[in-house]
């Protein structure tokens, strides 16, 4: 385009006051307020002149563009956006969809606490003040075998306050093998970095022996750290050292043996596969003298980090100034405390990341069978008959970093459209009001039925109806 083409079309954005004195903008002064909604637009008009003075060319006249872009934005935002979705990925513990949905139980205990005065920090025996992690405490070493225990903000606080109170300026050791990054910002040599401990990685990257450890130790060691690889795993040649042998090398030598667990196993899983996670207990047991380890993982509760082990260590960490940074809000405890009892009364199942891991062929296929009448059913109603529903069987996954390379196998629905690509409808499953976030596999939408919870099927339905809708 030509510069003054560029100018011309700079020119014909229509100015502020108009916008925001038109129906469209002015009917969500009430939601957003009037300030807001003008923040919007100036966000929209910002990122329409930049498009132009890169060489954009629109299709639609410029008010018209600017009054749809803004309008789309305004809508969204004027309802919340943390909201529910539908988890049809097959994947239990899903980080970007808010990783374990809590249990009934653990829902109630958040209701009945938040909106009253509690008991956060108050005992009414002693007519006073007494910690908020001692809610917690003596459940998690009931049910892990620990000595003392401490929950934190996440599992990330946990491993770092842990070093920060143990080995500040002393050297930590890692085995090569094991600088394992979890998302996108947890790295353990950066975590280490920053709780102001020095690392020394031993071994080489598939192999690190009991002698590599030891050759390591020098007399500012202070912890021989273990990680749970979680995300990936190494096969092949692999020689990795026994949690035994590291807890006896760690007692020869006056050391502390501190395992990041990742995923916090409380009680094993019935798998389809050999279940290579160990427990918070059977590290304990083993030697470990301090545990860290998530509450939203495998344990299925709010988002906690604990540390389990030697009440002398523990002990240190509440004498911490990063304690206070790293607390846990009320909400949580009573989430956490409620998933606990779950455990505690042998009432696992009610927990939902454990009963979907758990969920065995016939009621997965159940599940899938029910999914696919409702779909057929809504189809036909709405007259959609370009849709082709189908049983499908789906390779779902645990995640969370556990059993990286495991697959659990499952049923789901594959929808495929013949005038309508896989990729195409998902993204309308997606932007449903309810979102619905399937899979695709072989060109075609899977709805992993694994994931689902009680409401999905109507959920789905209605997402599928509006995704014909929006056509
Ligand atoms: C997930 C994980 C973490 C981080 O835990 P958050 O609770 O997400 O902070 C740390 N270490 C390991 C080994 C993990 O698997």
């Known amino acids: 385009m030509t510069p003054s083409g560029t100018n011309a079309l700079l020119r014909s954005i229509p100015p502020m006051e108009e916008l925001l004195n038109a129906p469209w903008a002015a009917e969500f002064f009430e939601s957003l307020g009037r300030d807001q909604v003008k923040n919007i637009i100036v966000c929209i008009l910002d ?54 949905p809590l249990a009934s139980e653990a829902l109630a205990a958040v209701n009945a606490v938040s909106g009253t005065y509690n008991t956060l920090e108050y005992s009414p025996q002693k007519a006073g003040r007494e910690g908020r992690n ?10 892990t075998g620990a000595e003392a225990a401490l929950a934190v903000n996440n599992n990330a606080a946990a491993v770092l306050l842990a ?18 990054e979890i998302g996108d910002s947890f790295r353990i040599p950066d975590i280490l970095a920053f709780s102001g401990a020095k690392m020394t990685a ?11 450890w030891r050759g390591a130790i020098t007399e500012n060691t202070a912890v021989l750290l273990k990680v749970h690889p979680s995300n990936y795993r190494i096969e092949g040649f692999v020689a990795s050292t026994s949690r035994e042998e590291l807890a006896a090398l ?28 160990h427990s918070v207990r059977d590290c304990l047991a083993a030697g470990a003298n301090i545990v860290t380890f998530s509450g939203d993982k495998l344990l299925g509760g709010p ?28 909400m949580t405890l009573a989430a956490f405390e409620a998933t606990l009892r779950l455990y505690l009364s042998d009432r696992r199942e009610e927990i939902p990341v454990v009963r979907m891991i758990e969920l065995d062929k016939s009621a997965l296929l159940q599940k899938a069978r029910r999914l ?13 008959d370009d849709f082709c529903f189908s049983l499908v069987e789906t390779q779902d996954a645990v995640g969370g970093g556990a059993f990286p390379t495991d ?65």
């Open 47 to 100: 990122e329409i002149r930049r498009e132009i003075r890169s060489g954009f060319q629109p299709e639609l006249p410029l008010d018209c563009l600017v009054v749809c872009r803004a309008a789309e934005l305004l809508r969204l935002k004027s309802s919340s956006t943390l909201k529910t979705v539908v988890n049809a990925t097959g994947v239990v513990i899903h980080t970007n969809l808010g990783r374990a």
């Open 372 to 384: 696919l009448r409702v779909l057929r059913k809504t189809a036909a109603k709405l007259g959609a």
């Open 202 to 212: 031993v071994g080489c990257t598939n192999s690190t022996r009991i002698s590599d």
């Open 407 to 471: 697959a659990l196998p499952g049923f789901g629905v594959g929808i495929r459209g013949t005038s309508r690509s896989a990729e195409s409808l998902a993204a309308a499953l997606r932007m449903s009001r309810i979102p619905v976030i399937p899979g695709i596999r072989d060109g075609q939408v899977v709805l992993h039925v694994r994931t689902l919870l009680d409401g999905d099927e109507k959920r789905i339905a209605a997402a599928f109806t509006q995704a014909l809708n929006s056509k």
């Open 163 to 180: 070093l920060s109170s143990i080995a500040p300026g002393r050297e930590v050791i890692v085995s090569s093998g094991e600088l394992v």
């Open 250 to 277: 760690s007692w020869e030598c006056g050391l502390v043996f501190m395992e990041d667990l990742g995923s916090g196993l409380l009680s094993p899983l019935n798998l389809p596969f050999p279940d290579r996670e």
């Open 303 to 330: 988002q906690i980090g604990i540390i389990a082990g030697s009440k002398q260590l523990i002990d240190k960490m509440r004498r911490h100034q990063l304690l206070r940074a790293v607390r846990v809000d009320k």
């Open 134 to 143: 001692s809610h917690v405490e003596w459940l998690i070493c009931g049910i």
